[in-house]
């Protein structure tokens, strides 16, 4: 399309142009209709002379009319061709003044059927007595939330006035105030939320439901419905001490409250990195926290992809690479392990092979930096970004010098772009000015590689993986055992182990050639994976009974994937039980079933797997 956004190939707005700085919602949350309803108001700034029209992203959404809201006067638009992926383009024309200055009130409403919002029936949720509501912008949802100049490169402070029925708790990613009754209506209540700090579109977040919290830490409460909340309290409840650990090194966390919302089954990722809203899939609560380092993910999003922002979904390595290394970093020191953060990496660069090669075949969306124009950025996300992401900082790390100091220049980065969008350039400029004594070691680096090579990276670092080196001997005598000499195992194998470690045993033994039907059910038997409450050991175990066609785990696996809409856990097994000939057609049949009960990113997704068009 060639009207779009010259710095990022998936919005339509110019916030070169004239800029959306602040911004205030005023909504009322109607369950029955699926809807939500009322106007947005846009404050905007001219940045150029002889600019007079305001260019939005729109999707799906019914605008009913457009006013300035300093003399009321109404303003003319014009809703663009609808595009099946990117929306439309409207484009409201500015009063004449010669104020650079102005704010617009946008009346409303969206669909039932927008993309960001996902409306859930009582019976749906775990206390089947009211109705629950999120909504999951990223990438290029919130257009359908509200028009907006929806994307990354531009940032926005904003509040909100919501009204909802009174039996139902609003949430957003921002500060909340208390409910107030509303004044003419007794069954509603109104909420007011402020978010002072520049957010990106896609943070900006949404949640109803029948939800209560519980107090985890001096900032931290956490959320879910009621039947859940000792769980996820007590699963959750060493979120202020990773905290702690993610501001010891990046300075401290701006955002004020830090919550966790434990979502229903039905959301598609691990978590969602929201300002004062952390969103994380009940996956997680293993009931021994075996799980919730996840969490530390989240939290380090809060100095790299939320105050430091990609420019365009092009650069998201910029986001996901930063956070995973951050990450690893503030794990390794919460289980005050040096090598913890290099296993965890070497597994995860197992997995980075499998997708780059088995999946996405070395294409083009194995780039660090793919090309996205015409595309969904949703369709090009995944692992790359993260692990690719991840393994240039740590090569880089180790050229320059070790983490003391890297991790100076990491505290450093988000210091000088803090509030900012930017893009793979700009960051490596800041590097090369950072490190200008180094320039001949940077200049070593193959930088066209690292950013635009397809395949595995050009350097694999030689990670310490002595904390592997059990998993590798168990794996390796399962593999190579006879079945008739299994009693040298004994379920002490695995629960001698960290959770990490037996994640990696079960992994390795995927990447192994397929076990024997015996070894699997006297796995089994001694390991009791059938009934593990970890989901990472389930998925794991679950790719094995597959692997080995073990024709009474397929219903075992459809009870997991529909009890649960985690796209990287479902994705997976489908995939698996879609390259298994015998149980292809039950996987189809599955999925046709339980389409409509899926979070539609995750339906889109798997209808390509399966090759349903």
Request: hydrophobic share 35%.
């Amino acid at each position: 399309m060639t009207d779009m956004n010259p710095d990022d190939s998936a919005s339509f707005s110019r916030p070169d142009e004239c800029r959306v700085t602040s911004l205030h919602l005023n909504l009322d949350v109607d369950f029955v209709s699926r809807t939500l309803c009322g106007f947005v108001d846009l404050a905007v700034k001219r940045m150029k002379d002889g600019v007079h029209n305001l260019i939005l992203d729109a999707q799906m959404i019914t605008v009913q009319k457009i006013l300035d809201v300093d003399y009321g006067q109404e303003l003319k638009f014009t809703l663009g061709e609808n595009s099946a992926i990117f929306g439309s383009k409207l484009e409201v024309q500015l009063p004449v003044s010669a104020s650079k200055c102005h704010k617009i009130r946008v009346h409303y409403e969206t669909s039932p059927q927008c993309p960001a919002l996902q409306w859930l029936r009582p019976e749906q949720t775990l206390g089947k007595r009211h109705p629950y509501l999120f909504s999951q912008s990223q990438a290029i949802h919130a257009r359908s939330l509200f028009p907006c100049q929806d994307t990354p490169g531009n940032k926005v402070s904003y509040t909100a006035k919501i009204t909802a029925p009174k039996d139902i708790t609003i949430l957003m990613s921002a500060i909340r105030s208390e409910p107030e009754p509303h004044p003419s209506n007794g069954g509603k209540l109104v909420y007011q939320f402020e978010q002072k700090f520049p957010v990106c579109t896609y943070l900006i977040a949404i949640v109803g439901g029948d939800l209560v919290s519980s107090i985890i830490g001096p900032r931290s409460k956490v959320w879910t419905e009621r039947e859940m909340i000792e769980e996820a309290a007590y699963e959750f409840s060493e979120t202020e001490k990773t905290l702690q650990m993610a501001e010891s090194l990046m300075g401290p966390y701006i955002w004020g409250q830090y919550d966790v919302l434990v979502l229903p089954p039905i959301f598609p990722f691990g978590g969602m990195e929201n300002p004062c809203l952390t969103y994380v899939t009940p996956t997680l609560i293993a009931g021994d926290r075996s799980l919730v380092d996840i969490l530390a993910h989240e939290i380090c999003h809060s100095w790299t992809g939320n105050l430091v922002t990609n420019k365009n979904w092009e650069h998201f390595w910029l986001n996901e690479g930063h956070t995973e290394f951050i990450e690893r970093k503030v794990t390794g020191r919460l289980h005050n392990s040096k090598t913890l953060p290099q296993f965890m990496a070497a597994g995860k660069a197992v997995e980075l092979k499998e997708i780059i090669e088995e999946v996405l075949k070395n294409g083009p969306y194995t780039r660090m930096i793919p090309d996205l124009k015409g595309v969904d950025p949703n369709d090009a996300f995944c692992i790359v970004p993260y692990e690719k992401g991840f393994t240039l900082l740590f090569y880089l790390e180790t050229l320059l010098g070790g983490p003391e100091v890297f991790e100076k220049f990491l505290r450093a980065y988000v210091e000088n772009f803090k509030q900012q969008s930017i893009d793979s350039n700009q960051w490596k400029d800041f590097l090369y000015s950072y490190f200008h004594d180094k320039t001949e070691v940077l200049d070593s680096v193959e930088w066209e590689k690292w950013f635009y090579g397809q395949g595995m990276p050009p350097v694999m670092p030689k990670y310490d993986n002595s904390f592997a080196v059990p998993c590798k001997q168990l794996c390796q005598r399962w593999s190579t055992s006879a079945d008739n000499d299994l009693d040298q195992f004994d379920p002490s194998d695995l629960t001698s182990m960290a959770p990490l470690q037996v994640v990696e045993c079960l992994g390795l033994l995927v990447e192994d050639p397929p076990l024997s039907l015996i070894k699997i059910q006297k796995m089994n038997e001694l390991y009791k994976l059938n009934v593990t409450k970890n989901s990472e050991f389930k998925f794991r175990w679950l790719r094995l009974c597959i692997k080995a066609q073990w024709k009474e785990s397929i219903p075992r696996v459809l009870d997991f994937i529909n009890e649960q809409g985690r796209m990287r856990l479902v994705r997976t097994l489908y995939r698996d039980l879609y390259g298994w000939e015998d149980a292809r057609p039950t996987a189809i049949d599955n999925f046709k079933k339980h389409r409509g009960e899926m979070h539609h990113i995750l339906e889109t997704m798997l209808s390509s797997d399966l090759k349903l068009g």
